[in-house]
């Protein structure tokens, strides 16, 4: 309604409307922001989901890939086709895993194969010295010799039962000790006592030569090792007579330590192959031998951060080389 009035020369004037109509709009104003807004947010949600299901399906399938692998399917690849820059990477790192693997896979499967071929020879060696001396009757001298024989081969069986057993702790570097300083004329003089009476049996001649402050950083059990099989090795192909030298020096890589003999010495070739497992040279076939020493020398020195090397002596017959990191010497 309207209202006029007038005092002291002032009109007012008074208007009033019901407000019905202003609350409606005002009502379907706020529900439409609220249905736009969860519009929005659905449509974002929905745009986000489909988005994310194509970045995210690569991704998928390369852990569909990576779950269905079997531990027999070594030589199987991952696909590299359809990934986007950074998954790419992630697959060719995943291959090139499978790959190494593979090739540490094939490498037991020989071993295995190996080691069961060479520990079934002297197994059938004992079996027919054994049927062999039992067939008939016989004296006791007789007897007495089978079993010198039954005896030599078990101890080759035994020493290659060794020698895989060494060989398994090595692969795994499982040596029971860190990295430590070892004074090297303190291990040369442990093999030389260890090895002077069997070397005086076999007319060998063997000396050591090392400085006495000289220390390489080292596994001092697995240390212990290596100069064990290097100083068996050189003994057993040196002939009566003959010498075995076992030095140390210090060289511009680190520490050497060295065995030579004047034995027959490396065919020409076997430089390289002495160091595989169950190679035996020319020189094996009558010294016998498991073709494992080298092996395991090898093993154990690069599992110690160090390398190995063969070759001819200067005085004739065979070297063996061994290269450790230097440590300072204890004060």
């Known amino acids: 309604g309207e209202a006029w009035s007038s005092s002291a020369g002032r ?22 922001v609220w249905l736009a807004s969860f519009l929005g947010v659905v449509a974002a949600a929905l745009a986000a989901w489909v988005v994310g299901r ?22 199987h690849r991952l696909s590299e086709e359809g990934f986007g820059p950074e998954l790419l990477r992630l697959a060719r790192a995943f291959n090139g895993l499978l790959g190494r693997v593979a090739g540490v896979l094939a490498t037991q499967r020989d071993f295995n194969a190996r080691a069961s071929h060479a520990l079934k020879t002297p197994v059938a060696a004992l079996l027919t010295q054994a049927e062999v001396a039992l067939r008939q009757e016989r004296s006791a001298a007789d007897y007495r010799a089978a079993l010198e024989d039954v005896r030599a081969t078990a101890k080759d ?5 060794d020698g895989l057993l060494a060989l398994q702790r090595a ?9 430590q300083p070892v ?11 260890l090895f002077e009476a069997r070397a005086k049996e076999a007319g060998v001649t063997l000396t050591i030569a090392a400085a006495p402050d000289l220390v390489c950083r080292a596994h001092p059990t697995a240390l212990d090792e290596c100069l064990d099989a290097m100083v068996d090795n050189a003994v057993r192909y040196t002939p009566r007579g003959g010498r075995v030298v076992l ?7 680190g520490v050497v330590i060295e065995v030579r003999d004047s034995g027959p010495g490396f065919q020409p070739g076997e430089e390289r192959q002495v160091f595989e497992r169950f190679f035996r040279g020319a020189a094996a076939a009558s010294a016998g031998g498991t073709g494992l020493g080298l092996a395991l020398v090898k093993a154990l020195v ?30």
């Open 54 to 75: 194509r970045l995210l399906r690569p991704l998928e399938r390369l852990v569909g890939e990576v779950d269905a692998l079997e531990p027999s399917a070594a030589d």
């Open 183 to 193: 004074p090297v004329e303190r291990a040369l003089r442990r093999v030389e006592r």
């Open 157 to 161: 069986a035994a020493r290659l039962a």
């Open 247 to 253: 030095e140390a020096h210090v060289a511009a890589e």
């Open 302 to 331: 690069e599992a110690q951060g160090g390398s190995v090397d063969a070759g001819p002596a200067p005085e004739g017959g065979a070297r063996v080389s061994v290269r450790l990191r230097a440590a300072e010497p204890a004060r």
């Open 171 to 179: 692969d795994a570097a499982v040596v029971g000790e860190a990295l």
């Open 11 to 32: 009109v007012w004037l008074r208007v009033a409307a019901p407000l019905d109509a202003e609350q409606q709009l005002a009502a379907r104003v706020r529900s439409g």
